[in-house]
């Protein structure tokens, strides 16, 4: 049962960000956008890590950021390997080129990108920072896996929408994020909830310092 709530809550919170992307970007100009060549790099590589573990059965022991083991690429190379089975992995690959491909039209492909990065770097780097360390565990990627930077990275949505939000409806969806972001690590010990509250953060500072180059009106980029 706790595995299932799990799970329910942590899809329930990739759902909220998705929306809060269409909500930002426009349900109705999605047709006429442009080829999004960040989430395509970023999905080609993920998809890439998964056909290099099915020819390789080495990859993930040589590429995963296990901290036992030494090598300053595996906190890059691990995140593009998966763990979490065939529905895991189809889950992992799906959600981040969706959520790349509406952060690629409303925040374009080299912010995107950064963020992605951000994602990487920053949430074991915070934890260190606040002390979080010895605590539950706030890397949701067990080592491998694109699921923490994805979910960072679709947070930065919600805040993106939450700048345009005026009905009380999206207020309370882009908000929710890190709302539930945050209840999920505080009851869950679900990484991946912080890693949102992290995401959702860096988007605020980012938004505070340049306006996104995608229009309010909404068109096709």
Known sequence: MEAIVFNTTTAALMVMMVNCGLGVVGRDTLRGRSLPWAALVLTGLAVGGVLLQLVWSGAMDALDADPAKSGWWREFTSVFMQNGGLF????????????????????????????????????????????????????????????????????????????????????????????????????????????????FALAAAAWSTRRPTRSLSHRPS
């Open 88 to 199: 895991g992995a189809l889950w992992n690959l799906a959600t981040l080129a969706v959520v790349a491909a509406l952060a690629h039209w409303y925040w374009g492909g080299g912010l995107t990108l950064g963020f992605f990065l951000a994602g990487i770097l920053l949430p074991g780097r915070i934890d260190a920072l606040l002390g979080l360390g010895d605590g539950p565990a706030t890397d949701p990627r067990n080592f491998a896996g694109s699921s923490g930077a994805t979910y960072f990275l679709g947070a930065t949505l919600a805040l993106a929408f939450l700048t345009r939000a005026r009905r009380p409806k999206e207020i309370a969806l882009a908000a929710g994020v890190p709302v539930l972001g945050l209840a999920m690590w505080l009851a869950q010990d679900n990484g991946h909830g912080l890693v949102s509250v992290y995401g």
